[in-house]
């Protein structure tokens, strides 16, 4: 399928814009444009209450924002991990996305301000994921959560938090998690899939930005092989959490996210993968401006309803804020 005409105004508004490419700049500088990208004002819709917490028992404080769409109590929950290569974003920059999708769903959203690199390299940022999994189960009673529904998501860099985080609890006896939602997710340090060959340039994220990403977030190459930081090499995935996986057609991490849900299936793991053909990565953000962004909201809102009782074998224990070893 041609380019989306969304995704056509997008980078042409881009292209005039005149950006600096993410590598060719510091991550701080990085983060300050990526700022400018998404945090814009707009209309979200209202909700019942937000609020700000702070996850304590690790080296640093982690800030959390709990959106929450209802008085209701108890609510199920999904933790969220932004986007940005690992370097990049904050809860700020998703406030917008997480708004729409409380309202959409119907489920407490808890947004994650992990630690990003290169300040703080892998596992840094996931092991503030896992807490904040942990910390929501352990609170739930507290925050008013279903502590029998708790699903992790994110998208691009957050995705690989979720999918690392699902497997890290199945691993080290954490949450029950209900569902991982990986919405265009990074799951491989590897650049030569045929995804990575076909959008190299010119569709937003660069095989060259990703190759920063990476370079950034790991300590040495060898850490890429740690399913922990690539999910897709990790040996055995039975046992995990059911998972919807969103793709996109013009995205050199298309091949990545569709691989694992082959392997997910593979493992007997329910799966559900949609392509949005078209379409580019970092379109889930648009829901302000984009029908196929607000599609795509949409569809994330229904897998979430649909979620039924967690299976026995999603998690071993209880959770704990202690960080697994690595």
Known sequence: MPLDPEARDFLERLAQAKLASYESQTPQDARRQLALLCCLRERTPKLAGCEERSIRGLPAEVRVRVYRPSVDRPLPAVVFFHGGGWTMGSIETHDAYCRRLAHASGWVVISVDYRLAPEHKFPTGLQDAFAAVCWAA?????????????????????????????????????????????????????????????????????????????????????????????????????????????????????????????????????????????????????????????????????????????????????????????
Not at 150 to 156: E, L, T
Not at 174 to 189: E, H, M, T
Request: aromatic letters at 8%; a positive charge.
């Open 138 to 326: 352990e609170r739930a009673d507290e925050l008013g959560l279903d502590a029998r529904r708790i699903a992790v998501a994110g998208d691009s860099a957050g995705g690989n938090l979720a999918a690392a985080v699902a497997l890290l609890a199945r691993d080290h006896e954490g949450p029950r998690l209900c569902l991982q939602l990986l919405i265009y997710p990074a799951l491989d340090c590897r650049f030569d899939t045929p995804s990575y060959k076909e959008n190299a340039r010119g569709y937003h994220l660069t095989r060259a930005t990703m190759i920063w990403a990476w370079g950034h977030y790991l300590n040495s190459p060898r850490d890429g092989e740690s399913p922990y930081a690539s999910p897709l090499r990790a040996a055995d995935l039975r046992g995990l959490p059911p998972a919807m996986i969103i793709t996109t057609q013009y995205d050199p991490l298309r091949d990545e996210g569709e691989a694992y849900a082959r392997r997910l299936r593979g493992a007997g793991v329910p799966v559900t993968c949609k392509q949005y053909p078209g379409m580019i990565h970092g379109f889930a953000l648009w829901t302000s401006v984009s029908a196929r962004s607000r599609q795509a909201l949409q569809d994330v809102a229904v897998a979430l309803q649909s979620v039924g009782e967690p299976r026995a074998t999603a998690g071993r224990g209880a959770a704990s804020l202690t960080s697994p070893a690595f």
